[in-house]
């Protein structure tokens, strides 16, 4: 080898271990012409796969690992000795040995399974001390806590990757992030980040993936974001943003993904976004936005949109005729707002929509005819509006419906419509009141597809409820309330093992309730989770309470019966049980110590009975009771002292002449 000064110099190479190799640099070097110098260079490179841990970086990761006190994987407790860049879970780079990726994700993969581990502990600040990362990945890892450090956006500058969602992270985002220039992607949610968002964040200008959702962040969205002009998705929703859309949110042009969804966002919808040609995804709903729909203004906006979520807002106008023009639409709501006139008939050409949510509108005139042109369409819902006329009889062509609800219209159909049940798909059916008269139709025994939900509450139906209804074996909910049916509930209910909710309330209705209590069990607690037989004239039956396999009940409401005997002790077993109301029937004898079993009990409603002797002590247990009611009984003795019964007012004791104590008068010694 020749250095530029003409010397000739010698390399040895010697092998020093497996782990290194000692490269020898040897001759003469003529600096001065009268000068020879005898010269011996020796470097030692540091073997693949041992390179030697940046000091700076093992002061890092060492501060990391005494902050975290459980580490479920295990990885952290690997971490020993002085080469981190063996360690699990770090990378190094091969030239100047600092870490360049930490890997740490909850989620880890094998090929049998995926493994949810845990880490416990505090986030170090001295996790900036490594200034070479690029990767930065904690997420998922449910209980690391701490703040993000204030210094990262000083320190970290080479980081393209930060993840740090899922966890317990609490106070701000410093402001300094805003430092991190090659950042591509951020990933800070599901935890429990609050302040303002930083304005600096505009100034990533790098950044395809901002995920800040579910946290506590509060204040308007910065203006500063419509710079992220490399943004693909952008996803906010389940905070306490307030204020308006940024107005130029539309140049952001590359946005695929925008979710905006459950804030407190108000104002109008910004007209610029129907220049955001790619979006895919659009979710705004749950938040305070009014004013009209303005998207798409003309043919060819928005062409790859798919989903669109708008629901729960407070928008105003009609639904846009250009409506029609989102080719690409799937999913549409635009549901609970104050929108107004007609379905626009432009509706029939989404060819791929496959569901569609109106309901809770204003919106009014005939179901347009073009609907039966929407052949994938899955779901069609528009109850709770003022659509009137008939069913357009082009709805029988939608042979992939599986859900519709109608309910709460000016219908007025007077009957079900045979053709709607013989649509091959459709296994939910909403129809209350839509004026329906009659018994109920038999042809509803034999549909294409097993019913699994039927609401034909709030109609004129009578006769009585049919014994066929137990051949629904796949019926998962059934509300027949309020009609004027008048006959016993069919032993045949039995059979209905996926039942769920059983509302018959406000019916003429007689006879036990004990049926309803022997459904077979398919699943361990049952079936049943809502029941609510009052308001008719029931007698019998609630000494099967809690018996049998209905045990997963959490709301049961038989108020306004006849019902007589006692409340049986096996009502305790229902584990589950949020809301008991058995209010204005006959029942008697003392109230059940076993209802102070029930825990999560919320709501207890015993008014109006015969029910006798001393209100249990036991009832003390009902640390959860929110709602109380013994009014208007026999019951005697001191109320036990104590909450949550001391916190109830005078009402919810009154009428029972042998009561005292707090909130009545004070017992007489």
Wanted: proline share 5%.
């Amino acid at each position: 080898m020749i250095s530029e000064h003409g010397s000739v110099l010698k390399v040895a190479k010697y092998r020093g271990g497996e782990d290194h190799t000692t490269l020898v640099i040897y001759g003469t070097c003529q600096t001065l012409p009268a000068s020879p110098v005898f010269t011996i260079i020796i470097i030692t490179t540091v073997g693949e796969g041992n390179i030697v841990c940046n000091l700076n970086d093992l002061r890092g990761l060492t501060s990391f690992k005494a902050g975290i006190h459980t580490d479920t994987s295990g990885r952290s407790e690997k971490w020993v000795g002085s080469n981190c860049c063996r360690w699990e879970g770090i990378s190094c780079d091969n030239v100047t040995g600092r870490v360049t990726e930490i890997r740490l994700p909850g989620f880890i993969s094998t090929e049998d399974s995926v493994f949810q581990s845990q880490m416990e502990g505090k986030l170090s600040p001295s996790i900036t001390l490594l200034t070479s990362l690029q990767v930065l990945d904690l997420g998922g890892l449910i209980g690391l806590a701490g703040t993000i450090p204030p210094l990262i956006g000083y320190r970290l500058q080479k980081l393209k990757k930060l993840y740090l969602y899922g966890n317990k992270l609490n106070g701000p985002v410093p402001g300094s992030i805003g430092k991190l220039s090659k950042l591509e992607e951020l990933h800070l949610h599901e935890n429990r980040l609050s302040g303002t968002l930083p304005p600096s964040l505009g100034n990533l200008i790098n950044l395809n993936a901002l995920f800040l959702y579910s946290n506590q962040f509060t204040g308007m969205i910065p203006d500063s974001f419509t710079n992220l002009t490399n943004l693909v998705r952008l996803d906010l929703h389940s905070n306490n943003l307030n204020g308006h859309i940024p107005e130029r949110i539309g140049e952001l042009q590359v946005l695929e993904e925008l979710d905006f969804s459950s804030n407190l966002l108000s104002g109008k919808i910004p007209t610029s976004l129907a220049n955001l040609t790619t979006i895919s995804v659009l979710y705004l709903d749950s938040n305070y936005l009014e004013g009209a729909i303005t998207f798409p203004s003309r043919y060819g906006q928005m062409r790859s949109l798919g989903f669109l979520r708008l629901q729960n807002n407070h928008l105003t106008g009609r639904i846009p005729p250009n409506f029609g023009y989102l080719g690409s639409l799937q999913r549409a709501s635009l549901a609970n707002n104050k929108l107004q006139g007609a379905i626009p008939a432009s509706l029939g050409n989404l060819q791929d929509l496959t569901e569609l949510y109106l309901n809770g509108n204003r919106l009014s005139g005939q179901i347009p005819k073009t609907i039966g042109q929407l052949s994938r369409l899955m779901l069609f819902s528009i109850s709770h509006n003022l659509i009137q006329g008939e069913l357009p009889s082009e709805m029988s062509s939608l042979q992939n419906l599986q859900t519709v609800d109608l309910s709460f219209n000016l219908l007025r159909l007077s009957s079900i419509p045979k053709w709607l049940a013989e649509l091959p798909s459709l296994s939910r059916i909403c129809l209350a009141g839509c004026g329906i008269k009659g018994e109920i139709p038999e042809f509803l025994r034999t549909t294409p597809s097993p019913i699994q939900e039927l609401d034909l509450s709030v109609n004129h139906l009578i006769g009585s409820i049919p014994a066929w209804l137990g051949s629904l074996t796949q019926l998962y909910s059934l509300n027949l309330s309020r009609n004027s049916l008048a006959s016993k509930i069919p032993e045949t209910i039995t059979y209905l093992q996926y039942l769920g909710v059983l509302d018959l309330h406000s019916n003429k209705l007689t006879g036990s309730i004990s049926q309803v209590f022997k459904i077979g069990q398919r699943f361990p607690d049952g079936s049943l989770t809502y029941m609510d037989l009052s308001d008719n004239s029931f007698s019998s039956g609630v000494e099967l309470i809690g018996e049998g396999a209905q045990t997963g009940i959490q709301y049961l409401n038989l108020s306004h019966n006849f019902l007589e005997g006692r409340l049986p002790i096996s009502i305790g077993r229902l584990k589950s049980l949020r809301s008991l109301d058995v209010s204005r029937n006959k029942l008697g004898s003392a109230l059940p110590v076993a209802l102070a079993y029930e825990s999560l009990l919320e709501t207890l409603k015993l008014q109006e009975n015969r029910f006798t002797g001393k209100i249990p002590r036991e009832f003390l247990k009902l640390r959860k009771l929110k709602d109380l009611d013994l009014s208007d009984n026999l019951l005697e003795g001191e109320i036990p002292a104590g909450k949550p019964l001391s916190e109830f007012p005078v009402s919810s004791f009154s009428g029972n002449r042998g009561l005292c104590g707090k909130p009545l008068a004070p017992c007489k010694a």
